[in-house]
């Protein structure tokens, strides 16, 4: 089965600071999700990627698949307090979504 | 932009007797359904596929007597847990699988608690 390695697991940043989540897989990626979770509440879908090198951004997150495939990059920037949430990663092995653990981002004044 | 409803969003039940969480695509039909469980700090664990007019497909170690799914209708999938226990409560989300896409929406889950 597909494994997602989610890094770092928790990340505090200030107001305004910029920051990167990072997922990879060890599969190739056919479909790489992202998406946005408040504990208890359900999925905010942020983006989807596909293709190799292919990057896409949503006011100030920006999200890449690297060319090979097997890892991808969520960038926040100048992050605001509604940022603060559980970042997942979600690979589509074309049947299911395959989820990482999480990225726990609290952002402070 | 499509929408998937839980019902409810929150019960509370005694141990020993049995739940049923509805799962609705409002604005599409849905060939495909998947119910996945949510512990505390955890991620997503996909439970079982359930497919319209077929039995589901359960996970390794997820029990399918336990988990009852039933997909009746393009729009509905139900799950059921039957005699429920204090290590059943967990946080239940469910996605929907447009018909002929590729894309899945995520209702926004039901919290189960078991007393």
């Known amino acids: 089965s597909q494994e997602l390695e989610q890094s770092p697991q928790s990340l505090i940043v200030q107001e305004g600071k910029n920051l990167t989540i990072n997922c990879t897989s060890s599969k190739t990626l056919y479909g790489l999700y992202w998406y946005k979770q408040k504990y208890g509440e359900g999925l905010i879908f942020l983006m989807m990627?596909?293709?190799?090198?292919e990057e896409k951004s949503h006011e100030k997150i920006t999200a890449k698949l690297d060319e090979k495939k097997q890892q991808s990059s969520l960038h926040i920037t100048a992050s605001q307090p509604s940022h603060a949430g559980i970042y997942l990663c979600g690979a589509d092995d074309g049947y299911a979504l395959n989820f990482g653990k999480g990225t726990s981002l609290l952002v402070t004044p | 932009g499509a929408v998937v409803s839980q019902h409810p969003s929150w019960v509370i039940c005694k141990s020993g007797t049995s739940v049923k969480i509805e799962c609705r695509s409002l604005d599409f039909q849905a060939t495909t359904m998947f119910w996945y469980r949510q512990f505390p700090k955890q991620s997503l664990m996909l439970m079982a596929t359930?497919?319209?007019?077929?039995?589901?497909?359960?996970e390794q170690g997820v029990e399918k007597d336990k988990f009852l799914i039933n997909h009746a209708s393009l729009t509905l999938s139900t799950l059921t847990v039957t005699s429920a226990h204090p290590e059943d409560s967990s946080f239940y989300i469910c996605s929907a699988r447009e018909t002929g896409n590729y894309e899945q929406y995520f209702g926004p889950g039901t919290r189960l608690t078991v007393t």
């Open positions: 359930s497919n319209e007019g077929s039995k589901a497909t359960y």
């Open positions: 990627l596909q293709k190799g090198g």
